[in-house]
C-alpha cells in the first residue's frame, strides 16, 4: 500500500521567507509526527499529533515553527521567517495505535 | 527525558565480518527500542523492534538486537555482512504506545568488497 508521503522533496528559499511543507500519513494512521535531520543535531523530534488530542509540541525550537493537521489526515509544518541554521532534511512519520512508526522520504530545506 | 547513545559513529568492515553496533538508553522506566536504517538516498525503514517478551529479536535482513535491561543496552548485531549493508543505522526509544521517538546520533557502516 501507499507509504508516507510528503511534498515538496527539495525546498530552497531566501532566509526571511516562509515556507509550508505536506505530509501525507498512511490512510488510517492517527498518530502523525514530525521530526528534523540535520548534520549537527542528527534526528530530532518537533511536534506528535495523536488523534483529536492537543498536539504535542515539545519540540519545536522556536515560536517561528508551527503545524497543523487538517482533518486527522493530511499534516503542513510552517516555517516563518526561515534562517540559515533551519536548513534540514524534515521528516514526517505515522502510526497506527501501535508503536512503529513508518517515515516519508522527508523535504529536504536549504536556506540561502 | 530519555537519550540515546550510539558510541560508534563510522565503522568500517569488510564483507563477511561479524557486525555488531553498541546502543545505550537513559530511562527508568519501560521503553519500546526500535532500530531504524537509512540507505545511501533512500528513507528511514524500521529493522527491528522490541516492546516485551523474547529480548532476543531478530529484524528483516539477518539483523539481530539483543536488549539487556541491567546494562540499558540494545546491540545490534549481523554474524556476516554484506556490501549492501552499508547504511546510517539509527537506535531509538519511546515510552508508550504513539509516542515520540529519541533518536541516538547514528552509526554509519561502510562495508568494503
Known amino acids: ?112 | 527525558a530519555q537519550s540515546v547513545s550510539q558510541h560508534n559513529h563510522h565503522v568500517i568492515l569488510s564483507e563477511a565480518a561479524s557486525l555488531e553496533l553498541g546502543c545505550n538508553y537513559s530511562y527508568g522506566g519501560t521503553v519500546n527500542l526500535f532500530w531504524y536504517v537509512q540507505y545511501p538516498g533512500q528513507h528511514l525503514q524500521l529493522l527491528l523492534k522490541y516492546f516485551s517478551g523474547d529480548p532476543l529479536v531478530k529484524g528483516i535482513k539477518g539483523f539481530e538486537a539483543e536488549f539487556i535491561k541491567s546494562k540499558f543496552s540494545f546491540n545490534l548485531r549481523k554474524p556476516s555482512v554484506q556490501w549492501s549493508d552499508t547504511a546510517e543505522y539509527f537506535c531509538a526509544v519511546n515510552t508508550g504506545t504513539a509516542s515520540k521517538l529519541t533518536f541516538g546520533t547514528g552509526t554509519r557502516l561502510q562495508v568494503t568488497l
Do not use: M
Request: glycine share 10%.
Open chain 1, 1 to 112: 500500500g501507499a507509504g508516507v508521503s510528503q511534498s515538496p522533496s527539495n525546498k530552497v528559499t531566501e532566509k526571511g521567507k516562509d515556507v509550508e511543507l505536506r505530509c501525507d500519513p498512511i490512510s488510517g494512521h492517527t498518530a502523525l509526527y514530525w521530526y528534523r535531520q540535520s548534520l549537527g543535531q542528527g534526528l530530532e523530534f518537533l511536534i506528535y499529533f495523536q488523534g483529536n488530542s492537543a498536539p504535542d509540541k515539545s519540540g519545536l525550537p522556536s515560536d517561528r515553527f508551527s503545524a497543523e493537521r487538517t482533518g486527522g489526515s493530511v499534516s503542513t509544518l510552517t516555517i516563518q521567517r526561515t534562517q540559515q541554521e533551519d536548513s534540514a532534511v524534515y521528516l514526517c512519520a505515522s502510526s497506527a495505535y501501535s508503536y512503529e512508526q513508518f517515515f516519508g522520504p522527508g523535504t529536504r530545506l536549504t536556506v540561502l
